[in-house]
């Protein structure tokens, strides 16, 4: 089959490489039908040393399902699916208290920008879809791999409700679907930290009702003006850089939370009496269990009121993967659907 | 009148100095009944460098209100009242969203190891109690001036209940006190991390249902071992050192809170993908808003039910006051209460 692989920074090549074939008994392949380039990929692409051999690439999909393992009964071949970005078996304690990406059976899937694809705990993992592949829904339903339900969990973890102010910081996918929950949560002040116009663009539509597109302390100083000197009652940080964090502490209101689902690119940040702990704030978020929160975000997927695949600004096949991430990392795409 | 004063690390006077009287008509003069030394003093003690001028100290008090400014109506000359650590108007959009700590028109009482005591935005701080000064309870009482809120606040922040399992770092008066509001809250299983047996002992009491006395990587191992290899739902950290901040970490549960209520002794922490965002764990907490408690752990004491006073090991008038810093800071008394 033909399949993305990095071979280095800055290096994806479509090459053919062998079809997956069931290893476990609880293993499922699916024929990728929607799959995309991931923010959290271009961490990869601008710093993978190179190498010698590639490795297959791609955490989101939809597909239909070609062949399953003995235990695996929940799916069936030719159903259509999507597929959570951690693969879970979902029974275990852990999994049953939501946090699925922390799995002892789990793990990231890491090769979805290709034909075809292997999941591993597929009975736990995969979500069947009550519509056919050709569904004018299909952009939708493919961020519940990740991107929406990310969204939807940075707006849930840090707690907002309609009597809460909103910061996102970010507007990238997971920094818009993070707009679109915190309004469906209710929230009626949400400010958007962006500087792409057609980004934020989309983020009103979403529900921004403020964007600050300056940067660093303008910034900051620009989201106090907007609540009267206090920050908001909750700021999702969906960059994943310490600028970002810092910036979240700052913009966050006495007694509130901030909650990280951009994967953190450093490992020491300010924790002490001034940053956080003196004005009682709350750290939470972290990668997305968006197995919990598929079903849940499925009805009004398909009844037409949320529309997230908006968040695909280009369309690709397989061989204009090398080109999306070109795009991507240049910001000249928000996020590129990729049509096997 | 007398009172204590501070000239530097490790060296604590009394001495007489002007009585206090009403600057602001929001002012109340109490007479101290009964006062502690705290273990949060201990970090002023232990590292203030020397002074021409002492400071006076003390932050925690039960006492009778002498005089009031005029704005001050909700308590009355000849009342007993318990103040927080911290004063607030408790009528601002923070106090009544719970964060009477930050308060723009509040403060930090530092003068409660005296006779007297001017306490600022008195309207909004003092709390009065419904038994006279001899008070069996009186104990009991002064620690909702700080460490039983704070205990409180710790396990309510953790998010402690009857499903929780729980971790408290520490065994000085705030641990243990998060160990009885934890057990008061449905806990059912309370690692204590404590090395002094009189304490543990006291925290077994108040419903530890394990000890962990070892140290570092052992405790961490320990903690492991007692819970099937993964952790606790909730760490409660009552020490404010890095390494416990650390250890909190390295016990908490995938999906878990750590709360701290020591206060911090570092600015800077881990806080990244290995030590806290992969497994979604949440850090809260910060200096209690025990204005916000008071009320509602009060009736708990007066009916007997439960009992915070146990952790004064140690009870002296203000001439003792300097004895009883070195005896806390050399760990041979838990806490002490001076009744001037």
């Known amino acids: 089959m033909r399949a993305a692989l990095m071979y280095g920074a800055g290096d994806v090549r479509v090459e053919n490489v062998p079809d997956p074939v069931l290893v476990e008994p609880t293993d499922a392949i699916v024929r990728v039908v929607g799959s995309c380039v991931c923010g959290s990929d271009l961490h990869a692409y601008r710093a993978m040393p190179a190498a010698q051999t590639g490795v297959q690439t791609g955490h989101e999909f939809v597909g239909v399902v070609e062949e399953v393992g003995r235990e695996v009964t929940w799916v069936k071949p030719g159903e259509l699916v999507v597929s959570p970005f951690a693969y879970a078996d979902n029974t275990c304690d852990l999994c049953r208290e939501g946090v699925q990406t922390s799995c002892p059976n789990g793990g990231l899937l890491s090769a979805a920008q290709a034909e075809l694809i292997r999941v591993p705990q597929a009975q736990g993992t995969l979500v069947r879809l009550p519509v056919g ?22 707006a849930l973890t840090a707690g907002v409700n309609a009597r809460t102010t909103v910061t996102v910081i970010g507007d990238g996918a997971v920094g818009l679907l993070s707009v679109l929950s915190a309004r469906r949560m209710g929230a009626e002040q949400i400010i958007l ?3 792409h116009k057609d980004r934020t663009d989309l983020g009103r539509e979403y529900g921004a009702t403020e964007v600050v597109a300056e940067r660093g302390p303008e910034a900051v100083e620009r989201v106090r003006e907007l609540t009267r000197g206090e920050g908001t009652h909750t700021v999702i940080e969906a960059v994943g850089h310490l600028d970002a964090y810092e910036t979240a502490l700052d913009v ?11 994967v953190p690119q450093y490992e020491q940040g300010p924790v002490g009496f001034p940053a956080m702990f003196g004005a009682n704030i709350t750290l939470t978020g972290g990668p997305a269990p968006v197995r919990s929160y598929i079903e849940q975000l499925l009805p009004d997927i398909l009844e037409g009121k949320v529309n997230p695949g908006l968040v695909f600004d280009h369309h690709t096949d397989l061989d204009g993967v090398p080109e999306a991430y070109r795009l991507m990392d240049r910001r ?3 996020k590129a659907l990729i049509r096997p």
């Open 332 to 334: 000249e795409t928000l």
């Open 252 to 262: 966050v209101r006495a007694g509130g939370t901030v909650s990280r689902v951009g």
């Open 193 to 195: 930290m962006g500087r």
């Open 133 to 154: 592949e050709e569904s004018v829904f299909l952009p939708s339903l493919l961020t519940l791999a990740d991107v929406y339900g990310t969204g939807y969990h940075a």
